[in-house]
């Protein structure tokens, strides 16, 4: 049998070459993810804004301006409708009314009963609650998660290799986060704790790329003392091609197996796992690693304590040290 | 590289073996658990209620409730302790402001006595030497009580402990399997119920109140006082709503609409005097009723009572509602009795539960619900196991096609892998939500990492020029850094996951955190040793990777 080479043996490609523009193109476009997560906002569920959503089921499509129409007419509040699934069912959301607990059981059967005397046949299942409170906990939770998870682990990056390279790792995952966060800006997709689940995924995953690929520039750094940074960097990517081709293909299957049969319930999360992925892969090539040599990583930056010592000293006496 | 130890082969093989045999019962069916010997371990994956289907309710015990529930019986506790105790300490009224009690010690020379009197009340929190109530005196005859923080959070948490039982006890005879009630955090309870449907009857079911009072009638009541809400000194006006029409002591005229009855202030028992009750049927007229039966202390009052007023009517008042207003045909004795009223065998029940499961200590509110109908349970299931046969199949061929022979060890390494997954879960008696779906294929995919990056060190090796033999023994060294580093990163994205996720994220982190461990496991134990136990046997001469 002939097996499969994605990537043939040998590559040579110049990856560095495009370094500096790559850099700057998607680091300007993550930021530029950021600002616009600023301006146009993200369509946040009641898991993080607080609330409560019923589905409702008609008999025959509605045109949603119409419903917009007949719920705002029932004064229950600043109401959000959204298509789902079907246009036959809808998700209407209703902020969470002050005071006892009943007011919100009261709003609910309000929403049921107008519904019902505009369209005959309509279902309006039980919904989903979430008060003001629970949902900031959930969202501090949330952040707080995303941002520990960076920091523990540009922390250990940091510990394991070198300052550089905390940096870079750090570097990469403000990229992914903030192009991720452009592209639910963009769709307004709904975001709720799945996505957060999400996010930490990718969080994982680019590491984990990054992590292989700064393994192997630290082994060639050992290696080749006196080789070129850029060169030996080309180099580590190029060896480490292979394996994050063929890695991210075996996710990319198993998570788009996700997309196309899974459930649409978790629709959000393997989507942005899959986008995630592709997010990733590139930021591990083109922005973790040509950050080294901004950073000024050199073929010093892994030699023991002592040999590095003996060799300072050496080249002092040859005056080449910098 | 190939002197695998037989020991080693051993127990590999056992600790898969383990896996298999820990994962069965989770693949079985309910029915066809029953038949599964009970020799072999039988614990299982729980489902989440995002798969399982179900009610999920948080609550919120309330804090400004509860303090002023505890000043009042605080309150009660000053007078029973100094005015009735021996000797009796005479006080001015007792007022309360900015959450403390205060109040005058009419005789100066007794001050003292009251304030050692009051410290006994309170208790130590904690090992700090706090006590749960400061206990002062200002102006020399003026005492002053004030609760202190400690002993506020103190008593709270006591009481949501206190409320996560009765809760418990009202959900759980409504016949509903695997409910979980539990405390989460301080002041807070969870409450997760699969199978039902319906939150609303779930929070009817919890919210009861269910203060139950035996009254005598007061036949004094004139029906227009009584309509207009008036009654007799001694005596209050309480609604009827299900009043028989044509009763003489009744008003029904009321502007309402709702008949009212006067009934004594006196109460003959309560339902704190409660030993049991439950759903049963008259023995006459074969109607639902609630059957109840005193302590022997509510016993005796009851029996006396309605030994002194037989054919007299009483009054059972339900939250401040008559339930029925019998006739006392003769005395009740035993300390058993039903309590009548317009019941179903359903509404009887649940009067039951809330009657026997005690009483709130707390007023609890619902701050996040959810509910997830069976049928988009079982939906879910069924998507989320064709994807993950799709994503699994998928990766299986694709690594076929890629590594050869290789590749066939890192499927069977996949496989073992799954197993042990699940065998894993059932051990912890982990819950598999939706999001641990995407969680464990993700893992598929994760775990073909550790492979990957081994067979392609051994290519590398190969290209070098190395030996077969040598080229595999340095893809698995020199790759192990590499995969060791990249799954600490994902045990740290989910760690945070676990420790700071809620729900549907802790399944996740949960199924990620058991899949990175066995992933790295399989990859890296199990592929070598099928790699190592060819390599003996056949020694090849070439290799196809």
């Known amino acids: 049998m002939k097996l499969i080479k994605l990537v043939p043996d040998n590559t040579n490609v110049d990856f560095m070459q495009f370094r500096k523009i790559a850099i700057w193109i998607t680091m300007l476009l993550a930021i530029a993810g950021f600002v616009l997560t600023g301006v146009r906002g993200l369509n946040l569920g009641i898991d993080f804004v607080g609330g409560q959503v019923v589905q409702a089921e008609f008999a025959e499509p509605v045109d949603i301006e119409d419903l917009r129409g007949s719920v705002a007419d029932l004064g229950l509040g600043d109401a959000s409708i959204q298509e789902f699934g079907s246009p036959t069912t809808f998700q209407i959301r209703l902020p969470v009314p002050e005071g006892e607990e009943s007011e919100a059981n009261r709003v609910v059967g309000e929403l049921r009963g107008g519904l019902e005397a505009a369209y005959p046949g309509v279902d309006v299942g039980s919904g989903q609650l979430v008060s003001g409170n629970v949902s900031q906990e959930l969202a501090m939770d949330g952040a707080l998660s995303l941002i520990f998870a ?173 | 590289m190939l002197d695998f130890p037989r020991w080693k082969v051993w127990s590999i093989w056992a600790i898969i073996a383990i896996g298999i045999v820990l994962s069965i019962p989770s693949l079985l069916s309910e029915r066809q658990l029953e038949s599964y010997p009970d020799q072999l371990p039988q614990s299982r994956i729980n489902l989440g209620l995002d798969l399982a289907g179900g009610s999920y309710l948080l609550l919120e015990a309330d804090a400004a409730d509860a303090a002023v529930q505890r000043l009042t019986a605080m309150e009660e506790n000053i007078r029973n302790e100094l005015v009735r105790g021996e000797p009796r300490v005479r006080i001015g009224d007792i007022s309360r402001s900015e959450g403390q009690l205060s109040f005058m010690v009419r005789d100066v020379t007794q001050v003292d006595e009251a304030v050692e009197r009051l410290r006994a009340m309170t208790q130590p929190v904690g090992f700090t030497g706090q006590r749960d109530w400061t206990v002062e005196v200002e102006d020399t005859s003026r005492i002053i009580v004030a609760p202190t923080a400690d002993g506020e959070q103190r008593a709270l948490a006591d009481a949501v402990t206190v409320a996560r039982d009765v809760v418990r006890r009202r959900i759980d005879p409504s016949g509903t399997r695997e409910v979980t009630v539990r405390t989460s955090g301080e002041e807070r309870i969870e409450v997760m119920v699969p199978g039902v449907d319906d939150p609303e009857a779930l929070k009817d079911l919890i919210g009861q109140t269910a203060r139950l009072e035996f009254r005598l009638v007061d036949l004094t009541a004139s029906p227009e006082q009584l309509s207009q809400g008036r009654a007799p000194a001694g005596s209050e006006a309480i609604p009827y709503p299900d009043a028989p029409p044509g009763v003489p002591y009744v008003g029904y005229g009321a502007a309402d609409g709702i008949p009212r009855i006067g009934l004594e202030r006196r109460v003959i028992v309560s339902g704190d005097q409660l030993e049991n009750a439950q759903q049963s049927f008259d023995a006459q007229t074969n109607e639902p009723v609630v059957s109840i039966k005193f302590n022997p202390q509510g016993a005796r009052r009851f029996g006396r009572v309605t030994q002194e007023n037989v054919g007299e009517p009483f009054a059972m008042v339900l939250d401040g509602n008559v339930l029925s207003a019998p006739n006392i045909i003769q005395p009740i004795l035993g300390g058993s009795a039903q309590i009548q009223g317009n019941f179903t065998v359903e509404s009887a029940n649940q009067l039951g539960i809330a009657l026997s499961s005690g009483k709130l200590p707390v007023k609890l509110d619902v701050i996040q619900e959810y509910t997830i109908s069976s049928d988009l349970g079982q939906d879910s299931i069924e998507k989320g196991m064709l994807a993950s046969i799709v994503a699994t199949l998928a990766v299986l061929i694709y690594m076929l096609m890629t590594y050869g022979r290789f590749g066939l060890y890192a499927n069977a390494a996949l496989v073992a892998n799954a197993f042990l997954i699940l065998g894993a879960m059932a051990v912890f008696n982990a819950t598999l939500t939706l999001p641990g779906i995407a969680g464990f294929v993700l893992t598929i995919g994760a775990a073909v990492d550790a492979n990957v990056l081994i067979n392609e060190r051994i290519r590398e090796e190969l290209r070098r020029g190395r030996k077969i033999l040598d080229a595999i023994e340095h893809g698995y060294k020199e790759a192990s850094t590499a995969i060791f580093d990249a799954n600490i990163t994902n045990t740290i994205a989910a760690a945070m996951m676990f420790y700071f996720g809620s729900g549907p994220i802790r399944g996740f982190a949960v199924v990620l955190l058991i899949g990175i461990v066995t992933s790295v496991w399989t990859a890296v134990n199990f592929t070598r040793m099928l790699v190592a136990v060819w390599a003996r046997a056949k020694r090849p001469k070439k290799l196809h990777i």
């Open chain 1, 150 to 322: 960076m920091m523990g682990i540009a922390a250990y990056i940091w510990i394991r290799f070198e300052w550089q390279f905390g940096v870079g790792a750090l570097a990469t995952l403000f990229h992914d986060i903030g192009l991720l966060l452009a592209f639910f800006s963009i769709t307004q997709l709904q975001v709720d704790l799945n996505i957060v689940a999400a996010f930490l995924t990718v969080v994982g995953y680019t590491l984990n790329d990054t992590v292989v690929i700064y393994d192997r520039i630290r082994e060639n750094l050992r290696k080749y003392r006196k080789m070129n940074i850029v060169p030996l960097i080309n180099l580590s990517l190029n060896e480490t091609l292979s394996r994050t081709i063929t890695t991210s293909v075996a996710l990319l299957l198993a998570i788009g197996a996700m997309l196309i049969f899974g459930p649409e319930v978790i629709f959000g999360l393997t989507i942005a796992i899959f986008l995630g992925l592709f997010i990733g892969t590139y930021s591990s090539i083109y922005i973790s690693a040509p950050l080294l040599v901004m950073l000024g990583v050199t073929g010093d930056s892994f030699v023991h304590d002592e040999d590095n010592v003996a060799n300072r000293e050496q080249r002092r006496d040859d005056g080449a040290v910098v």
